[in-house]
């Protein structure tokens, strides 16, 4: 269907469009927090980990981002050494990137990113020992499994580690 244009009476030569005026859609785009890892992430003892948290669609960047492990914020006068702290502040997206070296079972805990004016974002930490997944020598044979090992310890065979 299509309308014809109104004629403005005081002025005749001016055609006034039916639908003269109408709303424009704004979308409003969300301010998000998050880590790019999983939900959770394994790391061998002695093992690094590096996480990167991104802020995106923000109107301004934030002014500093807060890392926390368990309920403790990151303290590069407390903690110890081999974590590196990066950060990036761009127009519509900012981000802060955590890397810890040398990883230890004790440090298994959640981490969380908690940028100035956002929301926060965390992911669990799982530092685990090779132990279990740890090959073996059995006199002659290359590399056994750990379950091959305890039998044959249980039968009285010699065992190294490889």
Not at 47 to 65: D, K, M, N
Not at 130 to 143: D, I, P, Y
Request: proline share 6%.
């Amino acid at each position: 269907v299509v309308e014809e244009p109104e004629v403005d009476p005081d002025r005749p030569n001016l055609h006034v469009p039916a639908l003269a005026l109408q709303a424009e859609v704004v979308e409003e785009r969300v301010q998000k927090t998050e880590i790019l890892a999983p939900p959770e992430v394994r790391v061998p003892e002695g093992g690094s980990v590096t996480l990167e948290c991104v802020v995106t669609e923000h109107r301004t960047p934030p002014s500093s981002f807060t890392w926390f492990i368990g309920e403790r914020a990151l303290d590069f006068h407390v903690h110890r050494g081999g974590i590196l702290l990066e950060e990036e502040r761009k127009t519509r997206s900012s981000a802060s990137k955590l890397t810890l070296t040398r990883m230890e079972v004790g440090e298994s805990a959640v981490y969380t990113c908690s940028p100035a004016g956002a929301d926060s974002a965390s992911v669990r930490v799982t530092v685990f020992t090779e132990t279990a997944n740890r090959r073996f020598t059995l006199s002659g044979v290359k590399s056994v499994n750990v379950e091959f090992v305890l039998l044959a310890v249980s039968l009285g065979l010699a065992v190294s580690a490889a």
